[in-house]
């Protein structure tokens, strides 16, 4: 099994291989969605449609040579690592268990709050901020924690009514409008992001800024391949995303304590490296409303809430874009977000981290293990300072 920072760079490489050929596959990813839109309104069951996934021994890199794989060297994540799906997707129960969340607690803004109509308490300001143990090794997040425990406000301040708010949202049809500063301004269909661009399997962890972290199997394709289509101008210098906002679908937008729609943003540099992912699905499978669908941003060395999901629009623009977070907090909320657990929140030490499924925490680590792939980056800055 890949590694985090060691994924195949094929379409139907080692954990993400089939029998059917690669129309075939998008075409069951269209269904799934297709599926969907019919339970909004007819309230069938959910369709699983995304083939089970096998090893196979052929395979086929971007570059062409059979067999070749690809690898970006990171701190090694083990298999072992990698969050069950079942314990992704219970994490409110494992994070009630370790006393990170009670009854009357909520957890951090970014992160998710329990009500509705009030914005998002922090964590206990009290947590265990202890010397962590040696970092044991990394294990798949369980993929129930994963599909259960969600932050997305946009339906929802409680992560765990997420999931059933989420249950009929609609993702096909869908696009995805590429504008500002490009030479080739194009409007993506989701058939076309699926069929056109090379989807891979990455392995990532992921660090929420609330100081607990998972290991996740993405699908997708990197925002690189998407950018060098639409061929940025030499005067762009930023990339700006936003999420949909469909009140129809998502009712807590008419929550008006936050300055909708949600958007993010990264430097270009950050955008065209090699670990930004436009993530397709988790686990093998399309990615389900709750995460995200049908196209959402993963950046493994920053904070969770970087990776923003539901992705309607990217601009390339030569101005740092306002973020929902920043906008909101910038004494806690920086715009790059990067892990460093040399830089704690105003509240909190983020010298250490609990994994979801461990009892034991673990120190956190710098770029959340991905500083090789990309510290050259932030040369010469103060990341006290650009947090």
């Known amino acids: 099994m890949e590694k985090p920072g060691e994924h195949t760079k094929t379409v139907f490489g080692p954990r993400f291989t089939s029998s ?32 089970k996934v096998r090893n196979t021994k052929s395979t086929q890199s971007k570059t062409g040579h059979k067999g070749k794989i690809m690898k970006i060297k990171s701190v090694p994540v083990k298999s072992s690592e990698i969050t069950p799906k079942e314990t992704y997707l219970s994490r409110r129960d494992f994070l009630k268990q370790m006393g990170i969340v009670t009854a009357g607690a909520a957890l951090l803004a970014a992160c998710g709050a329990p009500a509705d109509d009030m914005p998002a308490s922090p964590v206990d300001p009290n947590l265990p901020t202890a010397e962590a143990a040696p970092a044991p090794p990394d294990e798949l997040t369980d993929h129930e924690a994963v599909i259960n425990y969600n932050n997305y406000y946009e339906f929802t301040t409680d992560k765990e009514r997420v999931a059933t708010l989420a249950e009929d949202f609609i993702s096909s049809p869908w696009t995805v409008e590429v504008s500002g500063m490009v030479n080739n301004p194009k409007t993506y269909g989701v058939e076309d992001l699926l069929a056109n661009f090379t989807q891979e399997e990455r392995i990532y962890r992921m660090r929420c800024v609330e100081a607990w972290s998972m290991v996740i199997p993405w699908n997708g394709f990197t925002l690189a391949s998407l950018l060098k289509e639409v061929e940025p101008t030499s005067d762009a210098k930023y990339v700006r995303f936003e999420t949909l906002a469909d009140p129809d679908q998502m009712p807590g937008l008419k929550n008006g304590l936050y300055p909708w729609p949600y958007q993010e943003g990264l430097r270009l540099d950050e955008a065209y490296n090699d670990l930004t992912l436009l ?39 030569d101005e740092q874009p306002a973020t929902m977070w920043e906008t909101i907090a910038p004494n806690e909320y920086g715009f790059y977000a990067n892990v460093n657990p040399g830089v704690d929140h105003p509240r909190w030490s983020q010298a250490s981290e609990r994994r979801i499924g461990e009892l034991k925490r673990r120190p956190t680590l710098m770029f959340n293990g991905y500083a090789e792939e990309v510290a050259h980056l932030y040369e010469g800055m103060d990341l006290t300072k650009s947090y």
Not at 289 to 302: C, E, H, S, T, Y
Request: charge should be positive.
């Open 20 to 51: 059917i050929s690669k129309e075939e596959f998008v075409t069951l990813i269209l269904e799934k969605a297709h599926t969907q839109k019919q339970k909004s309104q007819s309230k069938a069951c959910w369709l699983k449609v995304i083939p």
């Open 279 to 317: 993530a397709t699905g988790l686990y093998g499978e399309a990615l389900p409303g709750q995460n995200g669908a049908p196209i959402r941003l993963v950046v493994p060395w920053k904070y969770g809430f970087k990776s923003i999901k539901s992705i309607v629009k990217i601009e390339l623009t």
